[in-house]
């Protein structure tokens, strides 16, 4: 049956991060102490501090001397317009969910994609996003598989933006000569882009034809049909919204960096340019899905490349990537908490509402 706020449901399919039987995500206090979760936290954590200690030979007194003396002004600065970003992907996510016909705010959009960053930063493979599709289904009378096709065309545009601004701030951070390691980093992006618009058009041309001929249920063929429809659900005349508001996220990834930078008062030629490249190649690096929110990855690649190619010495790169990563991961950590903790997103409030139930207790 169809509901006001959506198409009919889907019959449960054993999701990651969902129990089968009772069809709402697993407790993220459950996740947190499966043995997997702690190893892919712990060990990232382990390897940085063993690599800074033995291999860095970095002097911890002067790294903590350059945190301590930060102008906290411009720390706040960061911190604020690091969050701009969320309603700017609740306003993004609530376009595309509306192309499929379901109607969501943009303050109910961007709790569940806060909500749904702390499982990122807290559990790897990215399980935020599947997280994501299932609040949304608590809360709303929704296809799931509709909603996973619009968080896929969501990480698409990202991608994009990810790849074309980078090249772009690539190019005007090194105009003067290009060393032979961001070259490499230059080809990678130029094959990002060609091998997403190479999927997407086949997805878009040929995937219905490759899924019929191949020996699957018919639920999974449904699914899959759904998801299709998420993906391409897309109206022409608000691929350039979106395409702006895409830009404005990266935006202000870029701007907290370049903030921290400048809080610290360090003398190397970053600049906006450099801010956008360097964050955008972390932002790159956390899509590797090992580790929550790339730990490990993110922290020894943002240095390396500061030091490599902007002239930092391993303790500013080391002060910059802690105060950084302290705004986009651990304030993300603390506040997701609480609203996890708080909203009435994690306990399907707002959908048993609508069907006249009385809300869940906590």
Same mark, same amino acid.
């Given at each position: 049956?169809?509901?006001?706020?959506?198409?009919?449901?889907?019959?449960?399919?054993?999701?990651?991060?969902? $129990?089968?039987?009772?069809?709402?995500?697993?407790p993220? /206090?459950?996740?947190?102490?499966?043995?997997?979760?702690?190893?892919?936290?712990?060990?990232?954590?382990?390897?940085?501090? *063993?690599?800074?200690?033995?291999?860095?030979?970095?002097?911890?007194?002067?790294?903590v001397? $350059?945190?301590?003396?930060?102008?906290?002004? #411009?720390?706040?600065?960061?911190?604020?317009?690091?969050?701009?970003?969320?309603?700017?992907?609740?306003?993004?996510?609530?376009? #595309?969910?509306?192309?499929?016909?379901?109607?969501?705010?943009?303050?109910?959009?961007?709790?569940?994609?806060?909500?749904?960053?702390?499982?990122?930063?807290?559990?790897?493979?990215? #399980?935020?996003?599947?997280?994501?599709?299932? *609040?949304?289904?608590?809360?709303?009378?929704?296809?799931?598989?509709?909603?996973?096709?619009?968080?896929?065309?969501?990480?698409?545009?990202?991608?994009?933006?990810?790849?074309?601004?980078?090249?772009?701030?690539?190019?005007?951070?090194? +105009?003067?000569?290009?060393?032979?390691?961001?070259?490499?980093?230059f080809?990678?992006?130029?094959?990002?882009?060609?091998?997403?618009?190479?999927?997407?058009?086949?997805?878009?041309?040929?995937?219905?034809?490759?899924?019929? +001929?191949?020996?699957?249920?018919?639920?999974?063929r449904?699914?899959?049909?759904?998801?299709?429809?998420?993906?391409? /659900?897309?109206?022409a +005349? +608000?691929?350039?919204?979106?395409?702006?508001? %895409?830009?404005?996220?990266?935006? %202000?990834?870029?701007?907290?960096?370049?903030?921290?930078?400048?809080?610290?008062?360090?003398?190397?030629?970053?600049g906006?340019?450099?801010?956008?490249?360097?964050?955008l190649?972390?932002?790159?690096?956390?899509?590797?899905?090992?580790?929550?929110?790339?730990?490990?990855?993110?922290?020894?690649?943002?240095?390396?490349?500061? %030091?490599?190619?902007?002239?930092?010495?391993?303790?500013?790169?080391?002060?910059?990537?802690?105060?950084?990563?302290a705004?986009?991961?651990?304030?993300?950590?603390?506040?997701?908490?609480?609203?996890?903790?708080?909203?009435?997103?994690?306990?399907?409030?707002?959908?048993?509402?609508?069907?006249?139930?009385?809300?869940?207790?906590?």
């Amino acid at each position: 049956m169809t509901s006001p706020n959506g198409p009919a449901e889907e019959p449960l399919v054993d999701y990651p991060f969902v $129990h089968e039987e009772a069809g709402r995500p697993t407790p993220l /206090s459950r996740r947190l102490r499966d043995p997997r979760t702690i190893i892919s936290i712990v060990l990232p954590v382990v390897l940085v501090v *063993l690599i800074a200690a033995t291999i860095g030979n970095i002097d911890f007194g002067e790294l903590v001397g $350059h945190i301590t003396q930060a102008n906290l002004y #411009l720390l706040v600065a960061a911190f604020a317009i690091y969050y701009v970003g969320f309603p700017l992907r609740g306003y993004r996510w609530m376009i #595309l969910l509306r192309g499929t016909g379901i109607n969501v705010g943009v303050r109910d959009s961007t709790e569940i994609i806060f909500i749904s960053w702390l499982v990122n930063c807290l559990v790897p493979a990215k #399980l935020g996003d599947v997280y994501r599709a299932w *609040l949304l289904r608590l809360n709303y009378a929704v296809s799931l598989s509709r909603t996973f096709g619009t968080v896929f065309i969501e990480r698409v545009f990202d991608l994009f933006a990810i790849a074309l601004l980078g090249l772009a701030a690539g190019f005007w951070s090194f +105009r003067t000569g290009l060393p032979a390691e961001v070259q490499v980093v230059f080809a990678i992006g130029i094959g990002v882009v060609v091998l997403l618009a190479v999927a997407l058009f086949l997805i878009r041309n040929f995937g219905q034809r490759i899924i019929a +001929r191949l020996p699957l249920p018919a639920s999974l063929r449904e699914f899959y049909d759904r998801f299709e429809e998420g993906v391409f /659900s897309i109206q022409a +005349r +608000r691929i350039p919204l979106l395409a702006f508001v %895409t830009a404005a996220i990266w935006a %202000t990834e870029a701007m907290r960096l370049f903030l921290v930078v400048q809080a610290l008062g360090f003398d190397f030629p970053l600049g906006i340019s450099g801010a956008f490249f360097v964050a955008l190649i972390a932002s790159l690096l956390t899509a590797v899905p090992f580790t929550p929110a790339g730990l490990g990855l993110v922290e020894l690649g943002v240095a390396s490349i500061l %030091t490599l190619f902007y002239g930092a010495t391993q303790e500013q790169a080391g002060a910059i990537v802690l105060l950084d990563r302290a705004i986009s991961v651990l304030s993300v950590i603390v506040l997701g908490t609480i609203a996890y903790v708080f909203s009435s997103k994690t306990k399907g409030g707002r959908r048993a509402v609508a069907e006249g139930a009385p809300s869940p207790t906590p």
